[in-house]
């Protein structure tokens, strides 16, 4: 059971261009999100989607888009890459029933953007 | 506002010096509380999920109790592998998806 996986886990871009993450989960999770993480200003919110094909804007969600065509998949689409997006970026899952709202983070993806 | 404040901000303790960490919360009704720990360079660990005021939550030298307006994260007798950053986050009843995460206490514990 992988749980949350995302790919790359490294990546370094020029000012401009384009580049999706990656994000898979085996829990057959309702809700995925993708987080931001940056010094002081903890987890914030991007993008989330509450099951396939349906998806709604976080906290900081200028300069990202998103899809959701299965349940598995949640990747994160950088449109035009800014040196503010260099930062590390973590997708998350959780089931959305009762009790069951925990969620649980992937290893993250560290984006530098020069 | 629906809000997290983790406090401190970093604690050094020696190893076996017992203490608290605490999350304060601003929300409109909670649905949940959330203890994880982050070790560096890795994605949020999860520890514990606290639901109503006088719950109380053990795992091995970690103890999480929530009151209607706090958790504390109690460390019992650390050891230097409990060296980490511990995020609180919680998750309203308003009807959104958006769990509110603090910004976390750094702890370090000394050999």
């Known amino acids: 059971n992988a749980g949350v996986t995302q790919t790359p886990k490294f990546q370094v871009l020029k000012t401009g261009q384009s580049m999706t993450l990656q994000c898979a989960q085996d829990?057959?999770?309702?809700?995925m999100s993708w987080y931001r993480q940056d010094p002081g200003m903890g987890l914030r919110l991007i993008h989330y989607?509450?099951?396939?094909?349906?998806?709604d804007q976080g906290e900081v969600p200028n300069g990202y888009n998103v899809s959701r065509s299965t349940t598995e998949d949640f990747p994160l689409r950088l449109l035009s890459a800014a040196p503010s997006q260099t930062s590390v970026y973590f997708c998350?899952?959780?089931?959305?029933?009762?009790?069951?709202?925990?969620?649980?983070f992937g290893e993250g993806s560290w984006l530098t953007v020069v | 506002e629906d809000q997290v404040t983790q406090s401190p901000e970093a604690l050094r303790l020696q190893e076996g010096e017992s203490s608290s960490l605490n999350c304060s919360y601003t929300?409109?009704?909670?649905?949940?509380l959330f203890w994880y720990r982050q070790d560096p360079g890795k994605g949020p660990e999860f520890l514990f999920t606290?639901?109503?005021a006088g719950e109380e939550k053990e795992k091995e030298r970690l103890k999480a109790t929530l009151t209607k307006k706090e958790s504390f994260l109690h460390i019992t007798a650390p050891k230097p592998e409990d060296s980490a950053t511990y995020l609180c986050?919680?998750?309203?009843?308003?009807?959104?998806?958006?769990?509110?995460f603090g910004t976390g206490t750094r702890l370090k514990v000394l050999a």
């Open positions: 998350a899952s959780s089931y959305q029933g009762g009790g069951g709202n925990t969620i649980y």
């Open positions: 829990m057959n999770h309702e809700y």
């Open positions: 989607s509450v099951g396939a094909g349906i998806t």
């Open positions: 929300v409109s009704g909670l649905r949940g």
């Open positions: 606290l639901y109503s």
């Open positions: 986050a919680v998750r309203a009843t308003s009807g959104t998806y958006k769990y509110i």
